[in-house]
Nanobody, 118 residues
Framework: QVHFAESGGGLVQPGGSLRLSCVAS????????LGWYRQAPGKQRDQVAR???????HYLDSVKGRFTISRDNAKSTVYLQMNNLKPEDTAVYYC????????????WGRGTQVTVSS
């Protein structure tokens, strides 16, 4: 069973930046596609970005050009650099597996709150 622990969220003004980190536990994680997800109050959880084992990335249209996902397999860590943040980016951010089988339902962490507000 894989487990994830997210950190790095906070309160930031519109146009600001944050860098989220997620440490993953489990074997052979370097082989998996990992992703960041977010859930705003009253809304479903959506995938924001994902990164394959070889480094290929994919982004939600609304964050393209502003967010960058990266990974450090040696540290079992995946990052999300978020620039030019907007109020609509406010949500709890989670990481999880992001391959064809989707996220692991038993592996959701507590997430990290990102609030964009002036």
């Amino acid at each position: 069973q894989v487990h994830f622990a997210e950190s790095g969220g906070g309160l930031v003004q519109p146009g600001g930046s944050l860098r989220l980190s997620c440490v993953a536990s489990g074997n052979l994680l370097h082989l998996y596609t990992l992703g960041w997800y977010r859930q705003a109050p009253g809304k479903q959880r959506d995938q924001v970005a994902r990164i394959q084992s070889g480094g290929n990335t994919h982004y939600l249209d609304s964050v393209k050009g502003r967010f960058t996902i990266s990974r450090d397999n040696a540290k079992s860590t995946v990052y999300l650099q978020m620039n030019n943040l907007k109020p609509e980016d406010t949500a709890v951010y989670y990481c999880n597996l992001a391959g064809p089988e989707g996220p692991s339902s038993g592996s959701w962490g507590r997430g990290t709150q990102v609030t964009v507000s002036s």
